[in-house]
């Protein structure tokens, strides 16, 4: 087939558009090509990456699936581009039905942007070649022209193939959707909702902000509970007051309840800021969240009420680890861990500040460390960090020394770190790297040989703490999921997708779990 020969030549052009009417044999085509392309002995040359059917989508919705596919939480098409181009691995992408799409100009001026990428090569389907894509100078593979068709074989396959749609899904299974009411959207094609939201100009009363704000958690597969759930986290306190109560009572069977949450623009109590790290204070019961630029706020654990924050921010910082009296170590954009002070634990005043030069027990932890650090979690008497090669390393105090265990864990770079106390002295550190895995250690002992978790994306953050159940694990994947789930019992492994990429969690010792993206600061509860 000359479309396999147009993904191995490295000179041909980056789009192949495949034209024809709905009669000629396209979709049978890209049937075949997506079944050879995919096949795990598939040669590299010859693989594809991502399938994205446009029929029924916006620009949106097809920047969430794909986004998906390639591991990603993009939540825009310019972060879905913004993505692509900083993975320069070959990628291939199939994009069929253009032309039954919802908002196929916007469509095209995506396609257009990926095709400006080297390492990226786009197969479209549409019934003719649209204005956009001629000026891309594509390879085209009209099917209605006679060196593309055996007459015979296409004949045996119109006889049994089903009619093409030809318009778009009116919104859901009952009729089309009310954009104002939450049952209704909740309920209705995602798709449609999308593309809806996205023409509309008016607020819904919150919902258009919150849907749009949720992106691809929406239009993943799912129950109405579980989007309503979703929907719920997202809604920002703007929105008209009685749609959190319909969207609480629509959301019950969902895994999560939402106990309180914090979105851009909230005012009361106010938004913390992009929540690029979060870490438990054990001493005051707070959580602290660092922001884009490094600004260090406070915040209750069980009502997100403003607590203040530091006075100094810390440049790039990425994340934190609190010490047993509250204190922090914040680790910088360079690597380098700095030690501050809590305002919200008393200090000592008068004589006994002067008469008090001896280090604090995290402070001495953060002096011995003297290597660049990627990741670092503390507990009980030990402060634990990663590096770029994948090394975990333990420092421990003892008396007047500190003792270091270390263990290489993973593949490249050490992304995230947890840790918890099973029982007095008994330590178990959880590491997540760039490599997809989450691995356990205790120092002192052997890691396990196999990890406890494995996907092909990266570990963007691990909290770990210690509940009337046991130890809990909750893990941010780079794709947007949230994974919960007990360490040493078997319930359902709890899920949950805010929608836009994770970039924080905190496991709290009630059960509870804190999600930070760059929108939103949500506490769920477990129902």
């Known amino acids: 087939m000359a479309i396999l020969g ?69 939540r825009t098409p310019g972060d879905l581009i913004a993505k692509v181009a900083a993975d320069r691995r070959r990628t291939v992408i199939v994009m069929p039905d253009l032309h039954h799409s919802y908002t196929p100009e916007a469509i095209e001026e995506l396609i257009g942007a990926l095709a400006q990428l080297e390492h990226v090569r786009l197969i479209v389907e549409a019934r003719e070649v649209p204005a956009p894509l001629l000026a891309l100078n594509p390879a085209v593979m009209d099917l209605r022209e006679p060196q593309w068709r055996d007459a015979q074989r296409h004949a ?53 902000a919150a849907w749009l704000r949720a992106g691809g958690a929406l239009t993943r597969p799912c129950s109405a509970a579980e989007r309503a759930l979703v929907l719920w986290a997202a809604l920002g306190d703007d929105a008209d007051p009685r749609l959190a109560d319909e969207l609480q009572e629509l959301a019950h069977g969902a895994p999560w309840s939402v106990r309180w949450k914090r979105v851009r623009g909230d005012i009361r109590p106010p938004w913390p800021g992009p929540a690029w790290a979060l870490g438990v204070c054990p001493a005051s019961g707070s959580v602290a969240v660092i922001d884009h630029q490094g600004v260090v706020r406070l915040v209750a654990a069980e009502t997100g009420a403003s607590h203040g924050r530091l006075p100094q ?24 861990m700095q030690h501050r002070l809590n305002p919200l634990v008393p200090r000592t005043t008068g004589l006994s500040s002067l008469l008090e030069t001896a280090l604090k027990p995290l402070e001495r932890l953060v002096s011995a460390i003297e290597a660049p650090a990627t990741a670092a979690a503390h507990v009980g008497e030990s402060l634990a960090y990663g590096d770029r090669v994948g090394t975990v390393r333990v420092l421990t105090r003892h008396d007047d020394t500190v003792d270091v265990a270390h263990q290489a864990l993973h593949t490249g770079a050490v ?63 780079e794709d947007g999921l949230v994974e919960y789930a007990a360490v040493h019992s078997a319930p359902a492994v709890r899920f949950f997708r805010p929608g836009a990429p994770v970039r924080s969690v905190a496991a709290l010792s009630n059960g509870d779990v804190l999600v930070g993206t760059d929108e939103t600061l949500v506490c769920l509860t477990p129902c």
């Open 313 to 336: 921010p810390v440049f790039g910082a990425a994340q934190l680890a609190f010490g047993p009296t509250g204190d922090l170590a914040v680790l910088d954009g360079h690597g380098r």
């Open 6 to 74: 147009w993904l191995r030549d490295p000179h041909a052009p980056r789009v192949c558009v495949i034209s024809g009417d709905e009669g000629c044999g396209k979709s049978m085509f890209l049937a075949w090509l997506a079944e050879q392309a995919t096949r795990p002995d598939t040669v590299v040359e010859r693989r594809i990456h991502g399938l994205v059917p446009l029929a029924g989508q916006s620009a949106s919705t097809a920047a969430w699936l794909l986004a998906e596919q390639l591991g990603s939480a993009a």
């Open 156 to 208: 045996a396959w119109a006889a049994s193939a089903p009619t093409a749609p030809l318009d778009a899904p009116s919104g859901g299974a009952d009729g089309p959707v009310e954009l104002d009411d939450p049952r209704s959207v909740c309920a209705g094609d995602p798709g449609w909702v999308t593309a809806s939201y996205g023409r509309s100009e008016a607020s819904h009363g919150g919902l258009r």
């Open 415 to 477: 992304t995230a770190l947890a840790g918890v106390e099973v029982a007095e002295g008994a330590l178990l550190f959880y590491s997540g790297g760039h490599d997809g895995r989450v691995r356990m250690w205790a120092p002192g002992r052997k890691p396990l040989a196999s990890a406890l978790r494995e996907r092909n994306c990266a570990v963007t953050a691990l909290s770990a703490a210690r509940t009337a159940d046991g130890p809990v694990l909750v893990i941010g994947w």
